[in-house]
């Protein structure tokens, strides 16, 4: 596979579609670690794996495996109960999902899926899933956190546990390699905002390729749920600006697009010819990339980001 451009975050998200085939074959092999069909779930995470834990929240109790709730681990609701409590973390060292750990230990049990064996949240978690095959030496989460939620799907695909309209995972890889080498039209790659729409599991994909663009290109986007476009947001739209949509397409929302100008894209909809949505949100990670070295970023070293926000103890006055 030739990959254009040189930085290390490129070749991650290249390599996407051989991580997600590797943890669809494991998954069997965690089935006693993650959520059992019927429990109450909690998902948490910060950042880029909060909203892979919306997408898998959706995805688990719209497919009738459990009710699901997904929160950043700094607002997790004190005094609800749950049966278990799931942790996305790529370092392992995050401090809110660290401290939520401990307070829970001993209380519900709690599953961590990681990408590093070293770090303290195999200390914390009672159950821990490594995918180090997955980590990342860039800044900029992509494919970690799109091969946990491949072995979450894995997961309530082995149980029977998708809602109608989800590929298999088979179909999905398959797209994983097409939207690697996938066409960048100028429309989009020189517009100047980004408005990325999803409905049901597909709006955390939406809230992740803003936060995609912003955190590598400094870029103007916004993400909201695909019936809400028209409630506001499409006030911002224009010449040379995008409105991307993942999943199926709200009847009339590329006409309303068009009528005021925009540019409408949806790769993922219902054709056989379209993207499975979490292989579409790769497209969006390239776009990342092409917009922040077309604008003299360095996709490696996004400003004013580090791999993990650790924390500093702070004293109660």
Not at 93 to 101: A, F, G, K, R, S
Not at 176 to 188: D, N, P, S
Not at 271 to 286: C, M, N, T, W, Y
Request: glycine letters at 10%; one cysteine or more.
């Amino acid at each position: 596979m030739t990959v254009p451009d040189a930085s290390r975050t490129s070749l991650e998200i290249a390599s996407q579609p051989g991580t997600w085939t590797r943890a669809a074959k494991s998954a069997a092999l965690f089935t006693d670690f993650l959520p059992r069909r019927g429990e109450r779930v909690a998902v948490v995470g910060c950042g880029t794996s909060w909203f892979m834990a919306l997408a898998y929240a959706q995805l688990r109790e719209s497919g009738g495996h459990g009710e699901t709730d997904a929160f950043p681990a700094s607002e997790f609701p004190d005094g609800r109960a749950y049966d278990r409590i799931l942790a996305i973390t790529r370092s392992g060292t995050t401090t809110e999902v660290l401290d939520l750990l401990a307070k829970a230990e001993g209380t519900v049990p709690t599953t961590a899926i990681t990408a590093d064996p070293s770090t303290p949240v195999m200390d914390t978690a009672d159950e821990v899933v490594v995918l180090d095959f997955a980590d990342e030496e860039s800044v900029v989460q992509t494919r970690f956190a799109t091969t946990a939620l491949v072995l979450l799907r894995a997961h309530l695909e082995a149980e029977h546990a998708l809602p109608a309209g989800v590929r298999p995972l088979t179909r999905a890889i398959e797209d994983a390699g097409r939207a690697v080498g996938a066409e960048l039209g100028a429309e989009v790659s020189g517009a100047e905002q980004f408005t990325f729409l999803g409905t049901g599991w597909t709006y955390g994909l939406a809230l992740e390729a803003g936060l995609k663009m912003r955190e590598a290109a400094g870029a103007w986007t916004e993400a909201y749920p695909a019936m809400e476009y028209r409630h506001g947001p499409v006030s911002i739209t224009g010449p040379g600006r995008v409105v991307w949509t993942f999943g199926p397409t709200p009847q009339g929302l590329a006409e309303d697009v068009a009528r005021v100008g925009g540019v409408f894209t949806a790769a993922s909809g219902d054709g056989p010819d379209d993207l499975d949505p979490l292989a579409d949100l790769i497209v969006a990670q390239r776009l990342a990339v092409r917009l922040a070295e077309a604008r003299g970023y360095d996709p490696d070293r996004p400003r004013n980001l580090a791999r993990s926000v650790v924390l500093k103890a702070t004293s109660a006055s």
